[in-house]
């Protein structure tokens, strides 16, 4: 484990102060709209959840946290880019 | 030591670009078709394309000792237009019999439409009809997971379809499962921004083993790493796994699934076409 540590710590540190510069950003670009609005956000802040957790298999529970999990075809292409997160919203 | 990028879009890259993999060991590239981040509007366009992945890569490759390897189709982003897919995939068959042809890829799913399903269907029946070996492209970021399950439960409606003829690529820690307990060959593809870093690459081969897991650097024209392959040997090396660990999933693996395809070869290394045929 101290091994682990000592190879991969700075650069996960770096890492987390990215995704607080980046929520900071976030909040002062908001124009009295909350980023927590956002479907990404949304998605972001329950995979921050299960950053702070316990959970044996984050990375796993992450990945899905962002995933479209249906699987029903879209019946008309929406658009050519994936956003990053699932909108469940979004109509198929 | 020398490996095989499994997955380069070499139309994109400089002349530079080869001679940076050549020298840091990349002996052979296998380019798949794909989206050039527009629209093609006629099988024409397609045709002039699939002249420069079956003539003029393979000359540039050669020029630095690498061999150039390819795959055909109609990318997933284009494959909305019903008859342009039909046009196109009426023409693919006279290049199948080119030296550097593979098969039939990268075909797949982008944002899982009833269009792109369709599409990817009509190319798996071609390379099944044509004896083809497939890869296949799974789709970015939140269409992953959906992506490749709709994916394999589509492909294992076909058939004679040998699942160790079929590299699923782009897999990532939520797809890697399902792509490897169906059979198939599968991809670890190195992005700065998306899909896998070389040090989530490492922990996927210690979690999952080697078998059947190749890496690449998927470079194209978007941000990405033609050298990215190295960049993982680097990682594994850092945590201290043997040589031949590293060659299995860098170059073993890659070599035992193109052999399959009867064309793939490798004089300088020894290493000559086998009599396999993709679907017999």
């Known amino acids: ?74 019946q008309v292409l929406d658009s050519k880019s994936a956003a990053g997160a699932w909108n469940p919203m979004a109509v198929n | 030591m020398n490996y095989i990028e499994m997955h380069g879009h070499m139309v994109s890259r400089t002349t530079d670009d080869y001679n940076e993999m050549a020298m840091a060991g990349c002996v052979a590239i296998s380019e798949p078709a794909f989206w050039a981040g527009w629209d093609r509007k006629s099988a024409d366009a397609f045709e002039g394309y699939f002249r420069q992945l079956t003539e003029f890569e393979p000359t540039r490759a050669a020029q630095v000792g690498i061999r ?43 944002r899982v439409t009833v269009n792109e399903i369709a599409g990817f269907n009509d190319h798996v029946k071609l390379a099944l009809e044509y004896r083809q070996m497939i890869l296949i492209h ?17 492909l294992l409606k076909h058939p004679g379809l040998d699942p160790k003829k079929v590299l699923i690529d782009h897999a990532e820690e939520h797809t890697i499962g399902l792509i490897l307990e169906n059979g198939f060959y599968t991809g670890l593809t190195l992005y700065p921004n998306t899909k896998v870093s070389p040090a989530r690459a490492a922990d996927i081969v210690e979690k999952y083993g080697p078998e059947r897991i190749t890496i690449s650097s998927a470079c194209d024209w978007g941000p990405s790493v033609p050298k990215a392959v190295p960049h993982f040997m680097l990682e594994m090396r850092r945590r201290g796994h043997s040589e031949s660990l590293i060659k299995k999933v860098v170059f073993d693996n890659p070599l035992e699934f193109l052999l399959q395809s009867g064309k793939f070869e490798l004089p300088r290394l020894g290493i000559h076409a086998a009599a396999g045929v993709a679907h017999k």
Request: glycine share 6%.
């Open chain 1, 1 to 74: 484990m101290k091994q682990v540590m000592q190879e991969y710590f700075i650069e996960n540190r770096t890492r987390v102060v990215e995704i607080a510069a980046f929520l900071d950003r976030l909040e002062r670009a908001s124009d009295g709209v909350s980023p927590a609005e956002d479907f990404r956000m949304a998605a972001l802040q329950r995979a921050l959840t299960v950053l702070a957790s316990n959970d044996p298999d984050k990375l796993g529970q992450i990945q899905l946290i962002f995933s479209d999990p249906t699987t029903e075809p879209k």
């Open chain 2, 68 to 110: 150039h390897m390819t795959w055909l189709c109609l990318n997933p982003k284009e494959s909305e237009d019903r008859e342009l897919t039909a046009e196109v995939l009426r023409r693919i068959p006279k290049f199948l019999n080119g030296p550097n042809v593979l098969g039939i890829g990268e075909i797949g799913m982008n």
């Open chain 2, 138 to 154: 799974t789709p970015h970021l939140e269409d992953k997971y959906k992506g490749t399950r709709v994916t394999i439960e589509n």
